[in-house]
């Protein structure tokens, strides 16, 4: 049963770059899709973007020119790189997998437990 | 880019009702649709994917249905275990849009 584990910092500054790492146990990171999405407190899913094992990534347009999402497969892990955060940022970050296919997306059916980021000065 | 809505935000059933969710895309998406549960402090739960695909494990109260715009989730006998808000989602193209969600409690 493949498990998701999101670590990073709970509480970060304005301005400062978020990094976030999801940990992939009890299966290979090989031939799926890998998301970010992340939930501010009392609100609704954003979906932030995913990375394919080869290192090709798709980001959400809104949040494009602070994100970048990268993979490494020696370690079975992939991250999450947010740059110049703000209050705004603050949220619970999850990380998910999708199935892969060549012509065709999937949805996310597995979740991790997601972390708290907090941004405040 | 897509927009997807939800109706409506939020409802309050009693034990055995039937409710109904709409979930709608401003574009047609064809059946590149998803429903997820999630309960009061828990992960999301992937419940249907393509519109009408129960995964494995969902309880049979819980349906999906429609195509292109116009998406509906149905749980046929609502139980107490089933307070959650529930989210759509398109994944037809990036992004992967999530609805505003629909908060489901009881009366």
């Known amino acids: 049963q493949v498990q998701l584990q999101e670590s990073g910092p709970g509480l970060m500054k304005p301005s400062e770059t978020l990094s976030l790492t999801c940990s992939v146990s009890?299966?290979?990171?090989?031939?799926?899709?890998w998301s970010w999405i992340r939930q501010p407190p009392g609100k609704g899913l954003e979906w932030i973007g995913f990375?394919?094992?080869?290192?090709?990534?798709i980001y959400n347009p809104s949040l494009k020119s602070r994100v970048t999402i990268s993979i490494d497969t020696s370690m079975n892990q992939f991250s999450l790189d947010l740059r110049s955060v703000t209050a705004a940022d603050t949220a619970v970050y999850f990380c998910?997998?999708?199935?892969?296919?060549?012509?065709?997306?999937?949805?996310?059916?597995?979740w991790g437990q997601g972390t708290t980021v907090t941004v405040s000065s | 880019d897509i927009q997807m809505t939800q109706s409506p935000s939020s409802l309050s059933a009693s034990v055995g009702d039937k409710v109904t969710i709409t979930c709608r895309a401003s574009?047609?998406?064809?059946?590149?649709l998803a429903w997820y549960q999630q309960k009061p402090g828990k992960i999301p739960n992937l419940l249907i994917s393509?519109?009408?695909t129960l995964q494995s494990g969902v309880p049979s109260r819980f349906s999906g249905s429609g195509s292109g715009t116009d998406f509906t989730l149905t749980i046929s006998s609502l139980q107490p275990e089933d307070v959650a808000t529930y989210y759509c989602?398109?994944?037809?193209?990036?992004?992967?849009?999530f609805g505003p969600g629909t908060k489901v409690d009881l009366k």
């Open positions: 009890g299966g290979s990171i090989t031939n799926y899709f």
């Open positions: 990375v394919y094992y080869t290192g090709n990534t």
């Open positions: 989602q398109k994944y037809n193209s990036a992004p992967f849009t």
């Open positions: 998910a997998r999708s199935d892969y296919s060549p012509h065709y997306y999937y949805p996310m059916d597995v």
């Open positions: 393509a519109a009408s």
């Open positions: 574009h047609g998406i064809y059946n590149y």
